[in-house]
């Protein structure tokens, strides 16, 4: 059995730039769709009702943050190798207070690296 581990933030210069990265609505699409399972871009795309440009890029991103990663690679029926993404977030919570700021990402079984 896989144990979920939690990553911590709590250095403001990190967790802004990173919930910046986060926190638009294909990202959020793209990561959400794809915690339980891999899919690949035309699969998110479909599943999302979002451009395959846009989704393209934002997984591109993604992947240089290590929110996302490639889990597979496929051959699809005309030969073409296809890859398979997969969040490596499983859930995020934010907290901010006064004096303080906390990102805790849960790793989605130990997908981090």
């Not at 609505?25 to 699969?43: G, H, R, Y």
């Not at 296809?82 to 790793?107: C, G, H, P």
Request: hydrophobic share 35%; aromatic share 6%.
């Amino acid at each position: 059995m896989l144990r979920n581990e939690f990553v911590r933030l709590s250095d403001s210069s990190t967790v802004i730039p990173l919930l910046q990265d986060i926190i638009d609505e294909t990202t959020l699409k793209i990561i959400s769709s794809t915690i339980d399972a891999p899919k690949n871009v035309f699969q998110i795309c479909y599943d999302n009702k979002i451009p395959l440009s846009s989704t393209y890029k934002k997984i591109r991103k993604l992947q240089q943050e290590g929110l996302v990663s490639i889990e597979k690679i496929e051959t699809d029926g005309k030969g073409k190798r296809v890859a398979l993404y997969r969040s490596k977030i499983k859930s995020l919570d934010f907290n901010l207070k006064k004096e303080s700021i906390l990102l805790q990402l849960e790793q989605n079984d130990g997908l981090f690296a």
